[in-house]
């Protein structure tokens, strides 16, 4: 059988090789032009499998309501996990641990960290070479499953070519594809030319693309395409105790310490505090998390930059048991981001009960329901971001209040199972409402589990 492969030449597609040609190429490892590297990669991505997958028994579970029964669907989780940290580590983590989804899909799971160090959205070999071994990865595991689950932040230009390869690469495997785009620069990257032209490529190349917030749900929908939002949730039975003091006043940040998180703006902010203010002697910071996410240097020259400021402590990366201690312990917390999606940690903070500051981006404004269950300021404003940290050092009542309000807000509207419960209902659709090999599997192990009576 002979394969053929799309590759370009500038902006013009060309057939290219058979496997018999390519075996007499140079392989991957002497390739050293990045752009070759990108190329080859989308080609692959184009191949379609030849090697049919087995079968595999199914198990009938109880559907929704009516007692309806349907097949396991299996389902690849793929992104960022152990031993990085972050939103989409997070996430993953709890769909695999979750006892719900697992008696209802068979989850297997790609983790696509790269344990050396990087330079994430930079065309080098590096990153091409590791984007080229996941995207044959995914071609081959995509054989065993009926839909595929990407997790990414595909934003600026080559992350989103990246996953525009691994979602091509699912679908050549048989599966559904869900882009799940955890990112916050979607709106931004769209005033891009390059990058407009290559998100309907993305679009086009899933079944599904999923984003976390409104304002890329706007901008996604008004390239067309099959375009949901799933905002994320957190289980506030883990946040149960509150381990606040009153003096001193303990203010903590949570996340991937570097630039565009706002940490620089926040330094700025504290050292207005502490010279105009008296809270300034009273108020420490604890910083919690690493750079890795970033990329090499990211968490050093955060932490150089607050040499000269008293009261910070620069904690690294925490474990799971010790971000709930610290977010009991606090008595804010701050995210002063340049930009954000539906952060996580945001929502861990409220359901902690904890008075939270944030910069008004991203679906922020919504999550604190307009300023009622938390503090916004704008993003790039010290000046503001110090009146509120003033504000609230000096404030108790405040802080109990917006505290408490956080805290109900998370339970009404952003609670986990919520979440759980919705992606579960939209992988039955995205096969459902499917044509091809992946929801030929699982409309054939549909049809062959019992039905209840």
């Known amino acids: 059988m002979r394969l053929h492969l799309m590759t370009w030449r500038g902006s013009r597609a060309t057939r290219a090789v058979s496997p018999k040609r390519a075996s ?92 050396r160090g990087r330079q994430p959205g930079a065309a080098t070999l590096a990153n ?84 976390v917030s409104r304002p890329a749900e706007g901008a996604a929908r008004r390239f067309g395409g099959n375009v949901a939002r799933l905002e994320n949730g957190v289980d506030p039975a883990e946040f149960g105790l509150d381990l606040r003091g009153t003096r001193p006043v303990l203010m903590a940040f949570v996340g991937t310490v570097c630039e565009r998180k706002g940490l620089i703006d926040l330094r700025d902010a504290l050292v207005r505090v502490g010279q105009c203010h008296e809270s300034g002697g009273s108020l420490r910071v604890v910083v919690a998390g690493d750079g890795a996410q970033e990329g090499p240097g990211a968490f050093e ?47 861990e903070a409220m359901a902690a009960g904890t008075a939270v500051i944030a910069t008004s981006v991203g679906d922020v404004s919504a999550m604190l329901d307009g300023g009622r269950a938390g503090v916004l300021v704008p993003p790039h404003d010290p000046g503001r971001l110090a009146e509120a940290i003033e504000r609230l050092a000096t404030d108790p009542g405040e802080r109990r209040r917006l505290g408490s309000t956080a805290k109900a807000r998370v339970q009404a509207h952003y609670q986990r199972r919520h979440t759980v419960e919705t992606l579960y209902r939209t992988y039955l659709t995205v096969l459902s409402t499917s044509t091809g090999e992946g929801a030929s599997r699982a409309r054939a192990r549909a049809r062959s589990a019992p039905h209840s009576t």
């Open 128 to 211: 091409v070479r590791l984007a080229l071994r996941h995207t044959l990865t995914v071609l081959r595991r995509a054989r065993r499953v009926d839909l595929v689950h990407l997790n990414l932040a595909p934003a600026p230009a080559l992350p989103l070519l990246r996953a525009v390869a691994l979602s091509l690469a699912a679908r050549a495997g048989g599966a559904r594809v869900i882009l799940h785009a955890h990112t916050g620069r979607l709106e931004a990257c769209l005033h891009s030319r390059l990058y407009r032209v290559l998100f309907p490529l993305a679009l086009r190349a899933a079944d599904l693309f999923v984003v």
């Open 24 to 115: 007499r190429s140079p392989s991957i490892a002497h390739i050293r032009d990045p752009v070759e590297l990108l190329r080859l990669m989308v080609a692959i991505a184009y191949a379609v499998g030849v090697t049919r997958p087995r079968a595999r028994a199914s198990r009938p579970i109880s559907g929704g309501r009516g007692g309806e029964r349907h097949a396991t669907p299996a389902v690849l989780l793929v992104g960022e996990g152990p031993p990085r940290a972050g939103g989409i580590p997070t996430f993953l983590a709890h769909l695999r641990s979750d006892p719900w989804l697992n008696e209802r899909v068979e989850l297997d799971y790609l983790n696509t960290t790269h344990d």
């Open 301 to 347: 020259r955060v932490k150089e930059a607050y040499r000269e400021v008293p009261g910070v402590e620069f904690a690294g990366r925490l474990g799971r048991q010790a971000i709930v201690r610290l977010l009991e312990e606090a008595n804010i917390f701050c995210l002063p981001s340049h930009w954000e999606g539906f952060p996580l940690s945001l929502l």
